[in-house]
């Protein structure tokens, strides 16, 4: 859902394209990898990759890592080591 929000708004901003293009590479991760060690460091790294780039950053890219890190969670990552 976030998703199609960031791509209908990058027709108007371009700068919702990078949240729109990392989000499906998110999701992607997400929905298919089997290894969750390997889905969550590659989650964080393209959760890095965008911070260090210009993006809209507004209340909804927000909302949408918010998800992401309930999701990785929910597949073992814990943040207390």
Do not use: P
Request: hydrophobic share 35%; charged share 30%.
């Amino acid at each position: 859902m976030m998703s199609r929000y960031f791509e209908s708004n990058s027709k108007v901003d371009e700068l919702y394209l990078l949240e729109f293009r990392t989000s499906n590479l998110i999701n992607n991760i997400i929905e298919n990898e089997d290894d969750n060690e390997k889905g969550i460091q590659e989650t964080f790294k393209l959760l890095a990759e965008i911070e260090s780039l210009e993006h809209k950053n507004d209340s909804h890219w927000l909302d949408y890592k918010i998800h992401v890190m309930c999701v990785l969670r929910e597949n073992g990552f814990n943040e207390i080591k």
